[in-house]
Antibody, heavy 118, light 110 residues
Framework: QVQLVESGGGVVQPGGSLRLSCAAS????????MHWVRQAPGKGLEWVAF????????YYADSVKGRFTISRDNSKNTLYLQMSSLRAEDTAVYYC???????????WGQGTLVTVSS | QSALTQPASVSGSPGQSITISCTGT?????????VSWYQQHPGKAPKLMIY???NRPSGVSYRFSGSKSGNTASLTISGLQAEDEADYYC??????????FGGGTKLAVL
């Protein structure tokens, strides 16, 4: 069965960096695009970024463009989100999701919490 | 990209039908047949309920259906059940090659 397990969340100071990982299993990871979607505490869902199956194309929300980088290692079945210049408003649960660019995702992980605070 | 507009809350009694709207623009909802709907229970990850406006993934109850007219998409849940009580989010592909979500709708089953 499809499994997506996020890791790497934690507490980081404003201006700091953090790298999230999403370990995938139960499907051919190299054949599918992947999303990062976040949810601030008590708030709604916000799309963050998408990467195509081969890493050849990447897409970002304006709110993170230039600060976040999505990448993948198909040999390790792992998706990444490198986050830098973090702000308080980046505090959220970050989910990875399998899908296509035109639709968020048919399978989601359980999320990892990122807290940006001094 | 502004969030799609959803009602903050809707409610219904068991057995009834409810509809949740999702309003965007011609650059997102109205321009593409790429609207999805998600159900999220408290503390859980979102679950895909409808994709490409009208399609139900395998395993999702037939009680859930989607439609679209112009810049507004809708999710209808028929035969409401207690377990349908959750938050619901729509999403749409946009002309900027991004995705945008709605603000979410809290469904109460009274």
């Amino acid at each position: 069965q499809v499994q997506l397990v996020e890791s790497g969340g934690g507490v980081v100071q404003p201006g700091g960096s953090l790298r999230l990982s999403c370990a995938a299993s139960g499907f051919t990871f190299s054949g599918y695009g992947m999303h990062w979607v976040r949810q601030a505490p008590g708030k709604g869902l916000e799309w963050v970024a998408f990467i195509r199956y081969d890493g050849g194309s990447k897409y970002y929300a304006d709110s993170v463009k230039g600060r976040f980088t999505i990448s993948r290692d198909n040999s390790k079945n792992t998706l990444y989100l490198q986050m830098s210049s973090l702000r308080a408003e980046d505090t959220a649960v970050y989910y990875c999701a399998k899908g296509v660019l035109e639709g968020a995702g048919d399978y989601w992980g359980q999320g990892t919490l990122v807290t940006v605070s001094s | 990209q502004s969030a799609l507009t959803q009602p903050a809350s809707v409610s219904g009694s068991p057995g009834q039908s409810i509809t949740i709207s999702c309003t965007g623009t011609s650059s997102d909802v109205g321009g593409y047949n790429y609207v999805s709907w998600y159900q999220q229970h408290p503390g859980k990850a979102p679950k895909l309920m409808i994709y490409d406006v009208t399609n139900r993934p395998s395993g999702v109850s037939y009680r859930f259906s989607g439609s679209k007219s112009g810049n507004t998409a809708s999710l209808t849940i028929s035969g409401l059940q207690a377990e349908d009580e959750a938050d619901y989010y729509c999403s749409s592909y946009t002309s900027s090659s991004t995705l945008v979500f709605g603000g979410g709708t809290k469904l109460a089953v009274l």
